[in-house]
């Protein structure tokens, strides 16, 4: 391993000035260049207006259309609650509130970073160039890489409140349960958008009962703060909105990363489609369960956090790829865990073909499916119109992580890794929290005494 002083290194410095310039020129390019930049936000915005009227926006909060571009008509698609969440926007001038999203966009990648770092330290992993960087620089450049892969690029341009439900989520699963019970943060994600509360199969699988209890409770006083304060835009989300497929968009689009996203990219419809998503669906939560238990046994929040969001994207009908924020948090799972610790066990062909399955994925998803399907056909214009092959070609990456997660939770399976003797080992929750710089530098004074040990005893061994 390779330790990294308080000093910053003139290369990290840089990273740092780098980073601050990537953020600042790609807002400046979203306000001024692009024509749609922040576009979700922009909804998200008109939705809290919908509440006092704000510049004259009358619209119904739950209207069929906020706004139509071309042959994409945009509604509001959130639950109540999430319009009084952003009310505060509704009295900011646009300008301010796509700065704030920016701001905020920037920090949680940041922390996914020093999060990713501290994993790999513990790990015994140096990353590239660390040495020169120092561990801020490094981090710095974590987040670089980290904001200009897919789902965080995509994020940034529609100003996503993605990385909001990831910090929610982080959050609660690293942070110490003492006070506040767990699952309280993951109730406030649902009550946000609902996918998140499959992270309460992490609970389950834990038979953190108290913490199952917090969730539902946190995310029923949500749905009750909507109906009290909105008493009747909620009904019309609950009772109808909820189940409107129109609102959200084409399932067959290219860049849906579900299930049902990609078994349509392959040319299942009707009856085949539906026993294809339901058989599929109920494989993933089983296997995911089985590796979820696995990798509590190891201590390994990280990746069942990791892990989660992947089942997460995988179970909703629509899963556009941006909503895969957690994907490089999984990617570094793959690499730090599941390789070196699961998948070794698998029958050689197995793990070679979860190996090309994880770069597939990795490298297509970091692309994007909707850049691919654009390169297929040489446009990235008219691609609610895309033909076939390209929706399949631009697809294929979203099945290649399932599947990647899928040879994980077999590999969980194996009966080496369900004997294998794990004597309380210490979870790694406090990594992505307050004070995880010193366990990082602990690790490596551990690793450090460890490595002068063996070093010691091969001396005397030659002498």
Known sequence: MTRTDSTTPIWGKIAIVALILM?????????????????????????????????????????PVFIEIGVLKLPFTYPPFAALVFLPFAFLPLEVGKAIMVLGTTAAAWWLSATIYNYAQTSGRALPLQGRLGRTGTIAVLTIVVMLCGPWRRTFHLMQINPLIMALILADFVRPATRVPRGVLVGIAGGLKLTPLVFGLILLVRRDWKGIAALGATFLATIAVGFILLPNEAPQFWFSAISDPSRVGDINFVDNISIQGWLMHFGLKGTALKLGFYALAALSIALVAVLLYQLERRGKTLAQVAVTGTLMVALSPISWSHHNVLLPLLLAALILDAFPTFMVYLPSAARKIACVLAWVAGVGLYISPRIIGGITQLDMNGLEFLWAPGVAIGGFPSFALWATVMFWAVAALSTPVRTAPVESAESDAPLGWWGARALVTQSALVTESAESVRAADSREATA
């Open 23 to 63: 953020v600042v020129c790609g807002y400046l390019f979203e306000i001024l260049i692009v024509p749609f930049g922040g576009l979700d936000f922009s909804i998200y915005r008109m939705g809290a207006m919908t509440i006092f009227d704000n510049e004259g926006f009358t619209e119904d909060l739950y209207a």
